[in-house]
């Protein structure tokens, strides 16, 4: 019987998946006849990822699962639980966990525990944490942990269509990381409000109120956060706790620009707490000002984006390089930015840190909570290598995109066919290594093909 608390519980391997073609925004903008930045400028993205017809949650998640397991070289024996966060749901009944129990049968072990966890964009959060628990709990035998964390994010033609997208992040679990979760620090807020749901399940697209959901976001996170610091103070004495106690901030992303006025939004939460510091000094104005109606100001919004730019282009902006290129991964997006952070920062500038993550998934669910990087990840870094895959990808016009998201539209829930997909060539379409789709048979059961 295991009797000693694990140690430096955490992430030992990560991986990400995203689609191999994608659009430019600006591309996009001119199709779409809208002014020039309202998709760059307005929303913070530079170009979107998406999927045809021959990709859904399972073949990504086959495909972010296999990937990682073969780059780190690991056995399948030695896994032990794998938990899957996702919000895209092609069956009402059969998990995406089980689904990924093909991967396991040629090393016949059937003993993984965990399913598949679902609340908008948080369930690769509440999938962490189950699997986190289980690691510090009696129930652990030992093995690894998996939590996979993905979505393809699809819209109605229109408004929200640019915030689409589409990834897959798998992460491995176990003691004596180099990745470590900080333990009793994570700040919670849930509560029940219809700011985005998907009621019609014979279409992938949801219901979305867009303000509501922009607020909702910002409400949480200042609850969250507060909760985080109250933890942060009582656990570790901190004195005076605020922005600067961390080294990096990862955010869901829906669209970059609600990244840059939630960042500015801590400081006005510190701002809250500590008015009289002098970094505050052009902001005194709004110190009157009932919190309820902050969300509403654009002028205090303005303000605080102002004088947190600096630590935002240093703290948050290098994070965002999956959320722009790629777009919106609903649970995978908090995780893209992850696997930014880890690719892309020099390792000597990670080494040590503290990095804060905030979670959020509409309905809503959230969590502010944190992690350390004690020791370098050169193999992980390396295997991530996100510059280059990003640059590898191949560019496609609108109208084709356009055209893509209609079959795909036209092709859901369909049975018993062969999914032929655009005419494009597997080699044009996807990355090797990648799960696709290839039959829906009379009952519904899919069937997968990996491109090599």
């Known amino acids: 019987m295991l009797t000693a608390y694990p140690e430096n519980v955490g992430i030992l391997a990560i991986e990400i998946y995203f689609p191999k073609r994608y659009v430019?925004?600006?591309?996009?903008?001119?199709?779409?006849?809208?002014s020039a930045g309202k998709y760059t400028i307005g929303l913070g993205q530079t170009k979107m990822g998406f999927c045809d017809d021959r990709e859904d949650i399972n073949s990504i998640a086959l495909t972010a699962v296999q990937n990682l397991v073969e780059k780190y070289k690991i056995s399948y024996n030695d896994i032990g639980r794998l938990e899957v966060g996702t919000e895209t749901i092609i069956d009402k009944s059969k998990s995406v966990k089980s689904v990924l129990m093909q991967l396991f049968?040629?090393?016949n072990n059937t003993e993984v525990e965990g399913i598949d966890t679902t609340n908008a964009c948080y369930g690769g959060t509440s999938a962490l944490f189950n699997a986190l628990n289980w690691i510090e709990s009696s129930s652990w035998d030992g093995r690894y942990a998996l939590v996979v964390a993905g979505?393809?994010?699809?819209?109605?033609?229109?408004?929200?269509?640019?915030?689409?997208?589409?990834?897959?992040?798998?992460?491995?679990?176990?003691?004596?990381?180099?990745?470590?979760?900080?333990?009793?620090?994570?700040?919670?807020?849930?509560?029940?409000?219809?700011?985005?749901?998907?009621?019609?399940?014979?279409?992938e697209f949801p219901e979305v109120d867009g303000h509501l959901s922009n607020e909702c976001y910002l409400k949480s996170l200042d609850l969250c956060y507060s909760r985080y610091i109250e933890k942060l103070v009582a656990k570790e004495n901190c004195e005076n706790p605020s922005v600067k106690s961390f080294d990096y901030f990862l955010f869901h992303a829906p669209y970059c620009k609600l990244v840059q006025k939630s960042f500015g939004r801590l400081f006005y939460n510190d701002f809250i707490r500590k008015s009289d510091d002098p970094i505050f000094e052009s902001v005194q104005q709004f110190k009157s000002m009932k919190i309820e109606e902050s969300f509403q100001s654009r002028d205090l919004e303005k303000a605080f984006i102002g004088i947190s730019k600096t630590e935002y282009e240093k703290k948050v902006k290098p994070t965002l390089l999956t959320a722009t290129e790629i777009g919106n991964m609903y649970c995978a997006s908090l995780y893209g930015c992850l696997t930014a952070a880890l690719s892309i920062t020099p390792t000597d500038e990670l080494v040590g840190k503290r990095i804060a993550m905030f979670s959020y998934g509409s309905g809503l669910s959230s969590t502010f909570f944190s992690f350390k990087i004690i020791k370098p990840i050169p193999e992980i870094q390396k295997s991530l290598d996100i510059l280059n895959r990003l640059k590898s990808r191949t560019e496609v016009t609108p109208k084709k995109f356009e055209e893509v998201m209609h079959l795909r539209e036209k092709s859901h829930g369909k049975k018993d066919f062969k999914v032929v997909a655009d005419g494009s060539s597997l080699e044009d379409t996807f990355f090797?290594?990648?799960?696709?789709?290839?039959?829906?048979?009379?009952?519904?059961?899919?069937?997968?093909?990996?491109?090599?």
């Open 24 to 34: 430019d925004q600006v591309e996009l903008e001119k199709h779409d006849k809208v």
């Open 105 to 107: 049968a040629e090393s």
């Open 151 to 203: 979505d393809i994010a699809v819209y109605a033609s229109g408004p929200a269509r640019p915030t689409g997208g589409a990834g897959c992040v798998a992460m491995l679990l176990g003691k004596d990381a180099p990745i470590v979760f900080d333990r009793g620090l994570r700040g919670t807020h849930m509560t029940h409000v219809w700011d985005f749901y998907k009621p019609n399940l014979s279409s």
């Open 432 to 452: 090797k290594g990648t799960y696709y789709l290839d039959t829906i048979d009379s009952k519904w059961r899919r069937t997968y093909k990996r491109f090599i």
